[in-house]
């Protein structure tokens, strides 16, 4: 079975400093799918970034960039230039390309300090 | 429109009352989700509907009772619940079902038993 760990249940960063989030995951699957998704204050959860397995190349999304390690199944986000409004709960998500749910890690609080 | 709507945004309800959470989604989606989730914890997946059918069901008891009247509604039916089912109930969408989709998620309607 799939699993997702973060392991810093929070953690904080200095507005316009920039902060990763830890996520490892374990999966016996070649081809899979990794997400970030942040839930603010407010509730909704967001989409922040996506990764395919079978790209090598980590993805980007204006601030925010992945560092995919396939091997050792790790999937980092760093936040640059972090903002007031980055501060939420991070979650790293897994997917299997098959017809089935997507695995939700437990979660990082990250607070900005101003 | 990259929305899905839920209603209402908060509810509280009696151990012997019925109430229905409602949530809607224009996005063309074939799969629809309702979540559980806990103050700090990850949302706990509870039932998926693909095409309409209703394809997961993640042993949840049977007062909570999912329909899916059509492509862009689903409900959640609420019968004799107990405290400990308090908690923001959140629905999402996705283009298909698979793991490798994006989910779009509602704000939450936010249940409290009593």
């Known amino acids: 079975a799939q699993t997702v760990t973060q392991s810093q249940p929070e953690m904080s960063v200095q507005e316009a400093e920039t902060v990763t989030l830890s996520c490892t995951y374990d999966?016996?699957?070649?081809?899979?799918?990794l997400f970030w998704y942040k839930q603010p204050p407010s509730r909704q959860m967001i989409l922040v970034i996506r990764?395919?397995?079978?790209?090598?190349q980590n993805a980007t999304e204006n601030r925010f960039s992945v560092n995919f390690q396939k091997a050792a199944k790790s999937f980092s986000l760093k936040i640059s230039d972090s903002q007031l409004g980055d501060a939420a709960m991070y979650f790293c998500?897994?997917?299997?390309?098959?017809?089935?749910?997507?695995?939700f890690g437990p979660g990082t609080s990250l607070s900005v300090i101003p | 429109d990259t929305e899905v709507t839920q209603t209402p945004k908060h509810l509280v309800m009696g151990m012997t009352n019925k109430k229905s959470l409602k949530c809607e989604q224009h996005?063309?989606?074939?799969?629809m989700y309702w979540y559980k989730q806990k103050a700090k914890k990850p949302p706990e997946l509870m039932f998926v509907?693909?095409?309409?059918?209703?394809?997961i069901n993640e042993s949840v008891p049977s007062r909570f009772s999912p329909e899916c009247p059509n492509s862009s509604l689903l409900n959640l039916h609420l019968h004799a619940l107990q405290p400990e089912d308090s908690a923001l109930y959140l629905c999402?969408?996705?283009?298909?079902?698979?793991?490798?989709?994006?989910?779009?998620f509602g704000q939450g309607t936010r249940l409290t038993v009593v």
């Open positions: 999402a969408s996705s283009r298909t079902g698979q793991g490798s989709t994006e989910a779009f």
């Open positions: 999966t016996s699957e070649s081809d899979y799918y």
């Open positions: 990764q395919e397995a079978y790209k090598q």
């Open positions: 998500a897994y997917g299997g390309t098959s017809y089935d749910k997507v695995i």
């Open positions: 996005m063309g989606h074939r799969a």
């Open positions: 509907y693909s095409y309409e059918k209703l394809s």
